[in-house]
């Protein structure tokens, strides 16, 4: 294009990558071409972006936040446990699920105003109540929750000191009102468990907005597969049959999930829960709950076993929580994840006869 | 619950009494000569501090990157050569087939005298097979004219945020920092974001962003960064374009646009901006130059519509650009049934479990 003295002191052109400027295309990159996995059916695509920038921006939240959706979901699940306990008269399961509740909750709440980026502003998140941001309808949820879960928890620690707790007459009303609180805290617990997947999925996040159909149903399985385990590492077994079963159904419907999610998802936003660090998190993640899930089904009667098991089970949720937060933050930053996805359900609408609902016109 | 998706008066859905007429830009890249002076009078006036470390980033004359809590105006540069111009034009021309709203080829006497004679000699020297015979049918009885040469053209835009009408990160601002305003644009109230970065995801354009002390890395000794620069304001905070929030309330015309030297950057009510937008791309549908087309001025779109509307020579993600743009929330109330499924089915099992559960 141009010609000047100074042309020979240029490096040579790289083969395949000879086109100069902002227009930089990439051919999807093969999968699965180490013959380990199975290789999703990847459309052959080129796509352009502007010098391989993110067209997206990945949301700054750090590991507080992985930890956080893995807490919410173990202190939900142990709230409903604990309430289950409570009303077959299960009491060692009963106080171990309360205190895991509050104990979670409140490391969690920790973790997220911990990630703010104006801490000392955390009370700002109950200004509203609005109904189209998951994260205020969450901090709600979250508030309501730790309400039920501390009143619960704090009768149990009083129990435990021999009545120690300087209550006064209030250790009256703590008794009367502790049984109620722990059934709010469980109404509750499923829906901390669950809003942090549509905290996920309401972004243009490509990997989470992409899974917004199966990633709630990923999210309890893997609270619940949680908060079991948990519970199986902390009260005899005696007491835990049915944290084993929730342990179980945890397991199925986590792996049920994910799969679906894998599936339905588009096949080159789904390469980020394959690949990378994420993915090996992810893969991880399965091995350890098919591993609790074997080790509850067959030796969840034997106290050493159970426990083993419940802390793969635990690790299990965590691995989960943390692939999926950093498989999101993969796809904003590589703009393939954002572009490619559009421009074929664009072309897809456009195919099928729908052409006046593009953002790009041509008047 | 405000409307999620769909064509709508932004302001008055807000819930506004006082409703102003929509304010907008039109971004007019086939006028940019990529001067920065956007970029610059946004930061002066809007106190806006440095973002990363001066560097050169090897992406032609774009060493600003791209839109983030401090930089509210970028311009990018794209250089192009005769195969992807001739691939613009094309993919251009296909939008115009395929009968998108308004538009149509330019009614015959559209065809401006201005486009016959500034540039006959390059129609002539061209000649119409630059364009393609398609073109030529298309756009029959119009003279030829591409007035870029046919080796080399220089995209230059000016990016912003795009004030939509349905805006991703205004919907899951949990503190109510981030509203609504009476000329339907999105502002975020400084003095209430706690920073929890939801709005960061939730834009489909990549625009807003938390704001950290300017510099890639952290300082690690005294004196590290280039230069002597004054404190950041608003750290931890997110930070966008505000349409000039302040200056409009005073009748101001918004600094970029004030400063623009090609007025390439054109401020006014939306209704007007999207008026000369379809004027602009007729004009140069006219002049042979199918690569033209508009952004955001289709109010069916995933946003509903922007306020900035731009009008581009190539597809939008060569730009940076989002090519099929949705607002996540648009889809809130299937999630939230999915997710009220869930958490039944989660209680379900839990009960489950302890019904006929061996004592």
């Known amino acids: ?363 | 619950m405000p409307q999620l998706a769909g064509p709508t008066d932004p302001a008055a859905d807000a819930r506004w009494t006082n409703v102003q007429p929509r304010k907008g830009f039109f971004t007019d890249t086939s006028i940019c000569i990529g001067c920065k002076a956007c970029e610059v009078a946004c930061k002066e006036w809007n106190h806006n501090p440095r973002n990363g470390d001066l560097e050169l980033l090897g992406s032609s004359y774009d060493n600003t990157g791209a839109l983030g809590a401090s930089t509210w105006r970028h311009v990018a540069f794209i250089e192009q050569g005769r195969e992807q111009i001739e691939e613009a034009r094309a993919t251009g021309r296909a939008l115009v087939d395929l009968g998108m709203p308004g538009l149509g080829p330019p009614a015959a006497g559209a065809s401006p005298a201005a486009a016959g004679s500034s540039s006959a000699a390059a129609s002539s020297a061209i000649g119409p097979a630059a364009a393609g015979p398609a073109a030529e049918t298309m756009l029959s009885g119009t003279p030829e004219m591409p007035p870029d040469t046919p080796e080399f053209r220089w995209l230059m835009s000016s990016d912003v945020c795009k004030h939509c009408t349905h805006a991703g990160c205004l919907d899951v601002c949990p503190t109510g920092a981030l509203f609504r305003t009476e000329f339907g644009t999105v502002v975020v109230q400084d003095d209430v974001c706690n920073g929890c970065g939801t709005c960061v995801a939730g834009c489909p354009f990549g625009v807003i962003e938390r704001r950290t002390d300017g510099t890639a890395a952290p300082k690690t000794k005294r004196g590290e960064r280039k230069g002597e620069q004054p404190e950041v304001p608003n750290l931890g905070v997110a930070q966008k374009c505000t349409l000039c929030y302040d200056r409009l309330v005073d009748d101001q015309t918004p600094a970029c646009a004030k400063t623009c030297p090609t007025e390439s950057i054109k401020f006014g009510d939306r209704e007007d901006m999207v008026a000369l937008a379809k004027e602009r791309v007729a004009e140069l549908h006219a002049q042979g130059r199918t690569e033209a087309r508009l952004y955001g001025a289709n109010e069916l779109d995933g946003v509903g519509g922007t306020g900035s509307v731009f009008l581009l020579l190539d597809e939008p993600e060569v730009y940076g650009l989002p090519p099929d743009p949705r607002v996540p929330t648009a889809d809130l109330p299937r999630m939230f049934k999915r997710a009220g499924l869930a958490a039944a089915g989660m209680a379900a099992a839990a009960a489950i479990s302890f019904i006929g559960a061996r004592r």
């Open chain 1, 1 to 363: 294009m141009t010609a000047s003295e100074y042309d020979s002191e240029r490096p040579p052109e790289l083969p395949g990558r000879g086109r100069r400027g902002g227009r930089r295309r990439d051919r999807p990159r093969p999968v699965g071409a180490d013959g380990g996995r199975e290789a999703p059916m990847v459309p052959e695509a080129e796509f352009t972006s502007y010098y391989g920038r993110p067209v997206v921006k990945a949301v700054p939240w750090g590991a507080e936040i992985a930890a956080y959706l893995f807490l919410g979901g173990v202190a939900g699940g142990s709230a409903a446990l604990g309430a289950g306990a409570q009303l077959t008269g299960r009491p060692t399961l009963c106080r171990n699920c309360r205190l895991a509740a509050l104990t979670s909750v409140s490391l969690g709440a920790v973790a997220l105003v911990h990630d703010l980026g104006r801490p000392e502003r955390f009370l700002n998140m109950l200004r509203v109540i609005k109904l189209t941001s998951p994260m205020s309808l969450g901090s709600w949820i979250l508030s309501v929750f730790s309400a039920g879960a501390s009143v619960a928890a704090v009768a149990e620690v009083d129990r435990m000191t021999g009545e120690r707790l300087p209550l006064g007459p209030l250790r009256r009303v703590l008794r009367a009102v502790e049984g109620p609180a722990g059934l709010e805290a469980a109404a509750f617990g499923p829906l901390l468990a669950v809003y942090t997947a549509v905290l996920l999925a309401d972004t243009a996040t490509p990997t989470w907005n992409h899974a917004h159909d199966e990633l709630p149903f990923v999210f309890v399985s893997s609270a619940s597969l949680a908060s079991a385990g948990l519970a199986m590492i902390t009260t005899p077994v005696a007491e835990t049959a049915p944290a084993r079963r929730l342990a179980l159904l945890g397991v199925v419907g986590d792996l049920v999930a994910t799969q679906v999610m894998r599936r339905r998802m588009d096949p080159v936003v789904a390469e980020t829960l394959h690949e990378g660090r994420p993915g090996t998190l992810l893969r991880l993640s399965e091995a350890l709950a098919v591993a609790g899930g074997i080790g509850t089904l067959l030796g969840g009667r034997r106290r050493p076993v159970a426990a083993a098991a419940g802390l793969a089970l635990v690790a299990a949720s965590a691995l989960t929580r943390f692939g999926v937060l950093g498989a999101g933050i993969r796809s904003a930053k590589d703009p393939r994840y954002t572009i490619e996805p559009q421009k074929r359900r664009l072309a897809a609408r456009r195919a099928a006869g729908i052409t006046d609902d593009s953002i790009t016109t041509s008047g």
